[in-house]
């Protein structure tokens, strides 16, 4: 059942659903809907202003304001094989009834979905954390296109690049991916990446922690190439 913030109800139909980031698509048969435009969650910078929009504790149509606290955070949430994690975290106060609700610029654009807490109480404790839009976007369309999203996968496993990794390789800086395996015949071996490699980004996206290449990589179909 969706209902709208005029009390207007509908039968809602669930179009897919993705447990590996816990977003599902639902459609509703309405016209002239309003809708939300969309920001750039990679564009979005640490301390910025953001609004978290829900119904915590059945409160209805609740807005709370914070600042983006940290890019690319993972938190071990969602139970599923392939998680993918790399959620906005703020400290915008969120609480159970929030899931599912919008996280918006100052200017009211969506840059997230926000997802869980960090708690001991499973109250608000000061941390929240939201699916980047733009991962968000990607979800969708495969579900909305395919019934189910089409993950891209290269075929390495992945390690943080530490101190002694970066040292090891001289590099100047711990930046990037460490590549610490490859899969037989996967599209990484095709390509010629090797195990020791390190990727420092993912198109034009800079990536220096896990989370944020699953999240660069998740962003393509298989098949997709990309540099």
């Known amino acids: 059942e969706v209902v709208l913030n005029d009390r207007r109800t509908y039968k809602g139909i669930v179009i897919?659903?993705?447990?590996?980031?816990?977003?599902?698509?639902?459609k509703i048969e309405e016209k002239d809907l309003p809708s939300?435009?969309?920001?750039?969650?990679?564009?979005?910078?640490?301390?910025?202003?953001v609004l978290a929009v829900g119904n915590p504790f059945n409160l209805?149509?609740?807005?709370?304001?914070?600042?983006?606290?940290?890019?690319?955070?993972?938190?071990?949430?969602?139970?599923?094989?392939?998680?993918?994690?790399?959620?906005?975290?703020?400290?915008?106060?969120v609480n159970p009834g929030n899931s599912g609700g919008a996280l918006v610029t100052a200017e009211g654009k969506l840059i997230?979905?926000?997802?869980?807490?960090?708690?001991?109480?499973?109250?608000?404790?000061?941390?929240?954390?939201?699916?980047?839009?733009?991962?968000v976007k990607k979800i969708t369309s495969d579900l909305?296109?395919?019934g189910t999203v089409q993950r891209a996968f290269i075929g390495i496993q992945i390690a943080e690049v530490t101190p002694e990794v970066a040292e090891d390789n001289k590099l100047n800086?711990?930046?990037?991916?460490?590549?610490?395996?490859?899969?037989e015949n996967g599209a990484a071996a095709e390509a010629g990446i090797e195990a020791g490699d390190i990727i420092t980004k993912i198109a034009d996206i800079q990536v220096n922690t896990i989370p944020k290449l699953?999240?660069?990589?998740?962003?393509?179909?298989?098949?997709?190439?990309l540099q």
């Open 60 to 93: 209805n149509s609740t807005v709370t304001a914070g600042i983006v606290s940290a890019k690319g955070r993972n938190i071990n949430i969602v139970q599923n094989q392939f998680a993918i994690e790399s959620f906005i975290q703020t400290d915008a106060a």
């Open 112 to 135: 997230g979905i926000n997802t869980a807490i960090a708690s001991n109480t499973g109250s608000y404790a000061g941390y929240s954390f939201a699916v980047p839009v733009n991962m």
């Open 36 to 49: 939300i435009p969309f920001g750039n969650s990679d564009q979005i910078q640490v301390g910025e202003w």
């Open 173 to 183: 800086d711990p930046q990037g991916v460490l590549v610490a395996g490859i899969a």
């Open 16 to 26: 897919g659903k993705d447990p590996s980031t816990d977003i599902a698509l639902i």
């Open 144 to 146: 909305k296109n395919f």
């Open 214 to 225: 699953q999240e660069q990589v998740s962003r393509f179909r298989p098949g997709d190439k």
